[in-house]
């Protein structure tokens, strides 16, 4: 009869051991403002149009594009989808959620001037600006190492109470490695069915107060302060199960949570030009965002024995189980640049062209608890990042004096240096849509597909190292009620 033993261990040692790396720093840089559907119907594509509460959180001289004052609200439905391939063999998983992409109101003041300071407009609310939202499962039978071999690389001549209580703790205690007056051995043999399930849940989003000016109808000027928060949490179970009947573990679960919080700030500048009634040029700074943030982490491993000839577990070296630790440190994002084109043919149409430059090699970790200066962390990021050029392009054609459709498309580039295993992890995203206006009223709707694929490794190896390619695919259905008063 096979006897499950469970072992639960947490002990703050170190840092840098689930977050506050590479790729945290990457995934906390970017920014896809979803927002407004009118906005993400033409592919986030507004630098030099404006008019839009979602183009506040890109170009903030969209709001002395106003005329009125305004409300809207922006309610979606996101489909995930993903697709992992590994070692021949491919897996799909799902996800769906509800959210708001954007929530939020401008007041104009008109000056009754003709020329000289036409008005000034001041706005408030939410636009969402990134959606983590995803499940994947990785499957495959791997012949060449498995999770056992890996902590057993880890442990050295280490005695068991120096061993880390995340990792090589956890496998010893669950005897999946074990030790013998020769050294520690692994408990499990090569050729085992190797599955990992993720579970990725939050977003950013992007609170902020607006303020801008239209200047003879020719020059629009923008400021945004913003409170940036970030929520993200990650769920992992790296599960294996022998196919070897001489091993003492037939089976192990290794679960793995982390959950990221963080609240920053943020200021945002910009103009938008129109030497021409069908030209207008806009460009944009976004300063650094300054995040205070917190890590909750926990892990546990469960492993299923040959038989029940061991019924207690090996005497825990710490003396201690505890359910859950944080870890505070600050993180500073990039810089970004916008520099956007828009041509507008009389009141038929406009189309918008933006270009979006971020270096992430300036992303920063800094003041760890403890003192930690997090310098080799900083160092990776250098290494493996890069400065990155983002296009977005959008149409919107006018049907008549109420309807009006929409499309667009935009290209986010890899954070990641060539030589990376990521170096080609791009975004691209295909929008499209339709609007219905009365004076007063407004009502838009927008479809958002987003494709991108990445690679993932399960655990590293010198060799023969398990990478999962997943392709991830995104739809977003979108909402926008407006009012103007």
Do not use: C
């Not at 001289?61 to 922006?74: C, D, M, Q, R, T």
């Not at 109470?161 to 408990?187: H, K, M, R, T, V």
């Amino acid at each position: 009869m096979k006897n499950k033993i469970f072992f639960i261990l947490m002990i703050l040692s170190g840092v840098s051991v689930f977050g506050q790396n590479t790729e945290d720093a990457a995934r906390y840089s970017q920014d896809i403002v979803s927002g407004t559907a009118r906005f993400s119907a033409m592919g986030g594509s507004f630098g030099a149009i404006g008019g839009d509460f979602s183009s506040l959180s890109t170009n903030p001289a969209g709001i002395g594009v106003y005329s009125k004052s305004e409300f809207s609200l922006s309610p979606n439905f996101t489909s995930s989808k993903t697709n992992s391939k590994f070692l021949g063999q491919s897996t799909e998983d799902y996800k769906y959620n509800i959210g708001l992409g954007n929530l939020g109101s401008v007041f104009t003041y008109n000056t009754g001037n003709t020329d000289g300071l036409i008005s000034l407009s001041f706005a408030f609310g939410y636009n969402k600006t990134m959606n983590y939202n995803r499940n994947i499962i990785i499957n495959g039978t791997n012949p060449n190492n498995g999770l056992a071999v890996y902590f057993l690389n880890n442990v050295g001549n280490k005695a068991p109470e120096d061993l880390d209580p995340f990792y090589e703790g956890l496998a010893f205690d669950s005897y999946l490695i074990d030790q013998d007056s020769l050294g520690y051995f692994p408990n499990m043999a090569l050729g085992q069915d190797q599955r990992k399930t993720i579970t990725n849940v939050g977003s950013t989003g992007n609170y902020l107060f607006a303020i801008g000016a239209n200047m003879n109808h020719q020059l629009y000027m923008g400021a945004t302060i913003g409170v940036k928060s970030i929520y993200y949490s990650r769920v992992m179970n790296h599960t294996e199960l022998s196919n070897d009947n001489a091993d003492y573990v037939k089976e192990f679960n290794f679960h793995e949570e982390l959950e990221t919080s963080g609240m920053g700030f943020d200021l945002k500048l910009g103009a938008i030009y129109r030497p021409f009634d069908f030209l207008r040029i806009g460009a944009a700074f976004h300063l650094p965002t300054y995040y205070s943030m917190e890590d909750e982490f926990y892990n546990t491993m469960t492993s299923t024995l040959a038989d029940n000839t061991q019924l207690d577990l090996k005497p825990s070296y710490n003396g201690n189980s505890v359910s859950r630790q944080t870890y505070t440190y600050n993180l500073t994002t990039p810089m970004k640049g916008l520099f956007s084109v828009a041509l507008k043919y009389k009141k038929l149409g406009v189309l918008n062209i933006d270009y979006e430059y971020v270096d992430y090699t300036t992303t920063r970790y800094r003041n760890g608890q403890n003192g930690y200066d997090f310098y080799d962390e900083n160092q990776d990021i250098q290494a493996n990042l890069k400065a990155a050029n983002n296009l977005r392009g959008g149409l919107e054609i006018r049907m008549n004096e109420t309807l009006l459709l929409r499309a667009g498309y935009a290209l986010y580039d890899s954070p990641y240096k060539s030589g990376h295993i990521n170096a080609g992890a791009k975004t691209s995203i295909i929008s499209g849509g339709f609007g219905v206006k009365s004076e007063n009223m407004y009502f838009d709707f927008a479809y958002r597909r987003t494709i991108s694929d990445e690679k993932l490794i399960l655990y590293p190896m010198p060799t023969n190292e398990p990478i999962a390619s997943i392709a991830n695919m995104r739809s977003d259905i979108m909402a926008t009620i407006g009012f103007r008063f």
